[in-house]
């Protein structure tokens, strides 16, 4: 009975957060925030590029899966302008009437391959970037092409390419007059045929061209082209079109582009993708369309147009023509024939001319952006754009851990999670080539697990050793021919390391890390052989790159509580179990209702609190169906019940259970992190630092409790230790105020020299190595003091903090350190004396006074159980550093009183020249003190002065006190050389003052002037 009322009160607790998904996660997750580690060094996925078209340091970058980033200063460096909103972008256009701040972006990638992301609209911003509106669209699913009237910016024409995997109403070429507020599809093909690109004529707007292309993708079949694929044009801004074919192919049309050169719009370029071989590539019209003449067919120019059909003219010369492609093309003779650009990543979607020197070119690539400063011959890539499509994201238990995953057409990788001064470029280790999927480390051997496409090649790598095997399972004598997916599943046992699975339609398992391989399984598959023909993908250009491959295995997940039971989900939509090592099958698929047939299984969670229990996420988004999908079963697949709600936007790609928290989990979206803490009810999305992107996989690393993310568009982020998340029930809810439990803090001893980025180069974000005091409230705190000490087990202020105040979850970090000593005034600074000393080693109390109010928490400090530094060493440090601190202080004051009396002594001598005699002598006694206690002259530069006993304390000081080291022979020297000159320094001051100060204190009192004032030691102190 209590447990009922204890889950009716969790619900009435989060019921309202299903009103708004996203304000309620920032709400609740509070300080809790996502950071980003990368790589950048192979960047991601470039769809667009877009110069401001009268500042050339201006260039927007769109991106397949990372939003839009924005350079000022012509491509050196780009910032993220596109965070809160859908990051796989098709196109963008800047208003030419106003191109510092009107730009649109259309969302939804058009280089349409398997694993292209689909878009939510339209949108503007009025900003420069700084805030954009949705515009419309939103389901268009991709925008292909943005056009503004360069003499009326309120416009606009949008080019609706459409649903890439369903038909679709939306496609189409759209325009509005009024900037944006209304719609009218002023060319509509039909519901397979979308309009992939858009031109308007910059002389005259009333002339516009577009390009419609006929086709369908589905997950085992591509079709490019049909007879509805076709080139128009309007004479009339578009309220009436022709088809300006004269001198095209023949027959069935693909993809086509359209081009003007800017300095003759009358030379149009087209490049053609039709029936004939012969027939494909680039075509020229001198009159505007009215004829066309092929010019050139050359691999370079015809391959794959589905993903390369881009052409750009140099604004100056109509001669001058580049191409996208594998290499990109470009042509100096008007088309007649080309050469390839110089070296950069493979497979480039656009490149544009700077806008007042050609010779400067940018380069948008599967790998980032490039730039050329020699018309093309040589580029250099972008540096700080981390953009990079991870598949797949795996962990180990190293110290700090390491980050596995797969990219894009970009290799496979590991790197650490954090890294001397950042996570650099320089740390990331290639372990695979091609484009890069799963990545495991072995569970318990420094080896790993990893494969290219199609498991065309799978190795174990000895990256000690730099030796890689090649592993895959391949046929045996009587088997079929396998069928890997272009994303196949690899998997490890947690109950037997050396175990490894991986699935073609069988189940493949080695108990030799590879060396030798048995099925376990029949076809676990449909085996459905009208979809099994990928030789005959491609429409009608032949595209049989394997990405196609299907009836194949997706995900295999072995539990963790019994080695036996093995859950294997395939794209085709059968979702199965063994419950015996492979001896026996059941497809539990047709036991999930509502699940419409044949949907793929995209991964499946084994769960750790029972061995009946496991997740699984289904994606049907290759049906057109972009509904979201997930199961729990407890039950061994008997029964499904679903654990998606309305709250979320997008489909589902991945889920991650808590290892402790068994209604606490994690979903990968198309559209970002989304999180439930009542086992599904209810999910809240997370936004802080975390994009709208497309969340591939999820792990969650067992020690450090880090959620860790590979997005399909913005690298490795990571939530660091969720584990206040974990602890959110209906109790804490309900507390005014609530201490989370935390793991000690462990000060760190690390102090390397840190990064070697260059000023370009991104470089991740590292994990936080301060102690986190972390608290949950109720309600913002508005009304009262509120304050934050630590406190030492007798209740002696160490420090304060800076109270947070908001709602939800708050995140406090303490550095370990008090503040800083009081340092001497002098003409210059002291530099030694930043350095605050640090705390042992102990428990702690965190005192939280909220108005009337007093909260008590203990905060556990300890010194990294794997350091070899003796307990006395460290008190040796302490002491010395205490020694140290406290002199520095003294001589502060010492310096203080000295400064006090010499001005008193200085204004009395001006005001009473007679006075000179008396005091004279004690100023010259006090200043040639003085010279010898800091530095009186010169600047914190070149004319820093020679260091006098507060430079040499202070360097001293920090040098002891910034390291965790017993303080060395020289070093304890040193400070005996500086104590026994600030010896003397005090007996010298105590002589003058015994000498010069009842007498210069009676001058002052007959010239009536009162006494001098000196604060006491504490009360200097509390001197800011």
Known sequence: MKKSIFLLLILSTFASFAQDAVTKGKELFGDLRARHIGPALMSGRITDLELHPTNDRVVYAATAGGGVWKSNNGGATFNSVFDEHCQSIGSIALDPTNPDNVAWVGTGETWTRNSVSVGDGLYKTVDGGTNWKKMGFEKSERIAGIQVNPKNGNEVYVAVLGALWSDSDERGLYKTTDGGATWNKILFVNNTTGCSDIFVDPNDPNLVYAAFWEVRRSAWNFNSGGVNSALYKSTDAGKTWNKIHKGFPAGKLGRLAIAAAPSNTSILYAVIESEQDKDKGLYRSDDGGANWKQLNNDFGIVVRPFYFSRITIDPKNPDVIVKAGLSGSISRDGGKTFKDLGPMHSDIHDIVFDIKNSDRMYSGTDGGVYRSWDGGTTFEMAENIPVSQFYHVSVDNEEPYNVYGGLQDNNSWYGPSSSPGGVEARDWKKVGVGDGYRVLPHPTKKLIYSEMQGAENVWRFDPEKDQAKAIQPLAAKGDPKLRFNWNA???????????????????????????????????????????????????LSRDNSGAENYCTIFTIAESP????????????????????GGKTWVNTSPNIIGLPKNTACWHIEASTFGKGIAYAVFTGYQKGDMNAYTYKTTDFGATWKSIVSNDIVGFVRNIQEDYENENLLFLGTEFGLYITIDGGKSWLKFTNNMPSVSVHFIDLHKKTNDLVLGTHGRGIIIIDDISPIRQLNEQTLNKDLHFFTSRPATIPESNGFGSTATETQFVGENASRAAKIVYYLKKRHTLGKMTVEI?????????????????????????YRTKPPKIATAKTMSFGGFTAPRVPAGTYKVVIQKSKETYINDLVIQYDPKSNIALADRKQNEEVTKKLFNMTQDLAYMVYELDETLKAAEDLKAKNPGAAKTVTPLINELTKLKETLVITKGDNYVGMGEPQLREDLAELYSKVAGTVFKASKAETDNLEGIESRFVTAKADFKKIKEKHLAKFSEVRSKNKLEPIIIKSFDEFLQTP
Do not use: C
């Open 489 to 539: 599943p690899m998997a490890t046992s947690a109950i037997k390391p050396d175990r490894f699975y991986m699935g073609s339609q069988f189940v493949h398992r080695s108990e030799d890390m590879g060396e030798t391989w048995v099925k376990i399984s029949p076809d676990l598959t449909t085996n459905d052989k009208v979809k099994t023909e990928q030789g005959n993908s491609g429409g």
């Open 561 to 580: 509580l019994d080695e036996n039971i093995v859950w294997v989900g395939t794209d085709d939509g059968n979702l199965q179990l063994t419950k015996d």
């Open 791 to 815: 406190q030492d087990q007798a209740g002696v202020k160490v420090t304060e903090l800076d109270a947070k105040k908001s709602k939800g979850i708050n995140v406090l970090e303490w550095n």
